[in-house]
């Protein structure tokens, strides 16, 4: 412990230059993806499908392509969000339809996901705060091994981020710009999974964090 605590300070001085921040980010993103990329490349194909929900985002997307109708007994289906399967028929479209490009698509996502919570942290805390969250996030064990499972968590996840980070944008500069592509990411997490709905509810909360002027804040909640 003691030799820790000694060796804590040195890294903390190290990260005190921007350039060795910003070589720390590069590696941590490397590491990030390396590990996920790792587990989708060894992990079976058929991981957790057979019984699971994967099974209908699956049936959903290729009904889309294949027939042009929204679910999964080639009838129309409004029990689902519908991001998650038109993400897939997106994928299978480009690539064939090959859960290996679903994966090496939420591979690309989960370490952008690294990248977005640096900049929230940043500007919620500062560089170390970000580097910190970006860390506990490259190596958290169930995100690594999340974008191999095609389920909707890596996309929301990472349209959630985008909309935070573009939030928190659009607070501080005071941009129509940044809050409609802060809106538009919203939507997306929406049509993605629907529990974002009640967020809503915390945008005054936000506004009034943010300490806007009034006369300026009904734009923001509006849009």
Request: proline residues 5%.
């Given at each position: 412990?003691?030799?820790?605590?000694?060796?804590?300070?040195?890294?903390?001085r190290w990260?005190?230059n921007?350039?060795h921040?910003?070589?720390?980010?590069?590696?941590?993103l490397?590491?990030?993806?390396?590990?996920r990329?790792?587990?989708?490349c060894?992990l079976?194909?058929?991981f957790?499908?057979?019984?699971s929900?994967?099974?209908e985002?699956?049936?959903?997307?290729r009904?889309l392509?294949?027939?042009?109708v929204?679910?999964?007994?080639?009838?129309?289906?409004?029990?689902?969000?519908?991001?998650y399967?038109?993400?897939?028929?997106?994928?299978f479209a480009l690539?064939?339809?090959?859960?290996?490009?679903?994966?090496?698509?939420?591979v690309?996502?989960?370490?952008?996901a690294v990248w977005?919570?640096?900049l929230?942290?940043?500007q919620?805390?500062d560089?170390?705060g970000g580097l910190?969250?970006a860390?506990?996030?490259a190596?958290?064990p169930v995100w690594?091994i999340w974008?191999?499972?095609?389920l909707?968590?890596?996309l929301?996840t990472?349209?959630?981020l985008?909309f935070?980070?573009?939030?928190i944008?659009?607070?501080?500069k005071?941009s129509v710009?940044?809050t409609i592509?802060?809106?538009?990411?919203?939507?997306?997490g929406?049509?993605?999974?629907e529990?974002?709905?009640a967020?809503p509810?915390?945008?005054?909360?936000?506004?009034?964090?943010?300490r806007?002027?009034?006369?300026h804040?009904w734009?923001?909640?509006?849009?």
């Amino acid at each position: 412990m003691a030799k820790l605590s000694r060796q804590s300070p040195i890294l903390l001085r190290w990260l005190s230059n921007q350039q060795h921040r910003d070589l720390f980010l590069v590696a941590l993103l490397v590491t990030a993806c390396t590990l996920r990329l790792a587990v989708a490349c060894f992990l079976p194909l058929d991981f957790r499908v057979v019984g699971s929900d994967t099974e209908e985002y699956l049936a959903v997307a290729r009904n889309l392509l294949d027939l042009g109708v929204f679910g999964p007994q080639g009838a129309p289906y409004a029990q689902i969000p519908p991001g998650y399967p038109v993400f897939i028929a997106g994928l299978f479209a480009l690539a064939g339809e090959r859960l290996l490009a679903v994966r090496l698509a939420q591979v690309a996502l989960a370490t952008i996901a690294v990248w977005l919570i640096y900049l929230i942290g940043r500007q919620a805390i500062d560089d170390k705060g970000g580097l910190s969250a970006a860390l506990a996030l490259a190596l958290y064990p169930v995100w690594v091994i999340w974008p191999s499972r095609v389920l909707t968590e890596t996309l929301y996840t990472s349209l959630l981020l985008v909309f935070v980070w573009l939030f928190i944008r659009s607070l501080r500069k005071r941009s129509v710009w940044y809050t409609i592509l802060a809106g538009a990411a919203f939507g997306l997490g929406l049509l993605t999974r629907e529990i974002l709905f009640a967020f809503p509810v915390f945008f005054p909360l936000c506004v009034w964090w943010s300490r806007m002027p009034w006369r300026h804040a009904w734009r923001y909640l509006l849009l």
